[in-house]
């Protein structure tokens, strides 16, 4: 039978236990992941449909979540659009040919999605047709987060090539936004097509920003991202790390879900007015601790979110180190605790 509690408690709804799933489910605290990537690099196993289901569907058997969370990475969509991306061991993406001037912009393409990146498509359909009995996350960067790779040609500290061209240069920085606007909408679109019932959409950066620049910068290209996602009648989740100054900002973006990291909790979200559903907000860190301090704080979390528009999930990815048996038993307590409220 199909599991939907987590597409139910996106739309705010009560659930019969909460659901769970983790960032970064997919990953190096798993062997089965750590014993695939001796052979492959991340960009090659994305190209490998089945290799890809296999290693989406692994925590789902192996810790009973609530989801699948489709295993590629936000820079996926970019090499098709003219960038020269790869992921460097222990540093993340880097871009060898930067995105900083008016040609640079001009020069990027048009994504099509079903050819271009086929791959992912059949990855999706392969889970949602044959392997699944959860929702399927398909997923996205957001225009900042994306851009500021394209624009520092890696991962950044403060972002400052980023903000120079918005600043200094709005009228380029909006160019480029429309493109990225563009190319997620197509890419976001197509994998609901092929099967994806849940989109989350990755500000991770974006809490670099103030409220007013966000608004002005960022919230309308977001917030066409989302209503391009919620008429295809698909609930979208907006997350980002560092962002609790935005958390009333974002609010307003139109999701359906609020994306926590550990640094709001669930009860400051609501008291700040905040009625949607809310996903989070375990500390990752603490999976490194003992199981007592894991259970009591995320029992309290479980608590907090009350089995109504709550999707529990980490404030950020699975550190590598992580034991998978943590995973299993959280998720486990998770539904165990939640059933009893
Ligand atoms: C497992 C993995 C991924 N990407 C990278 C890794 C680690 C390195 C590897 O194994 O090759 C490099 C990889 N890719 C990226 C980074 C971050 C680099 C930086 O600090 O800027 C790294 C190490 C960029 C990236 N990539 C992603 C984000 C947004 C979420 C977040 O904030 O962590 C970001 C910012 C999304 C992402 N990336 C990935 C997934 C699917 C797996 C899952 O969640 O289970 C997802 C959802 C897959």
Redesign the pocket.
Known sequence: MFNDTLIRAARGEKTEHTPVWF??????SQPEYNKV?EKY??IEITKQPELTAYLTATPVDNYNVDAA???????TPLAPIGIDVE?K?G???VIHNPVRTEQDVEKLGELDPFKDLDYVYKAIQILTQEKLNVPLIG?C?APF?VAS?MIEGG??KNYHRTKTMMYSNPKLWFKLMDKLVETSIAYLTAQIKAGASVIQI?D??GGALNEADYNFYLAPGMKKIINAVKAQNVPVIVFG?GASHLAAEWDKLGSDVLGLDWRMSITQARELGITKALQGNLDPALLLSDWSVIEERAKKIVEEGNRTGHIFNLG??VFPEVDPDVLKRLTELVHTHSKGL
């Open positions: 960032m970064r489910q997919v990953g190096r990537k690099s991340l969370v489709l295993y590629k990475d936000i820079i992921i061991a540093v993340g993406p997923f960067g987060t790779y991962p950044s990755f991770s950066w790390i950020h990815g």
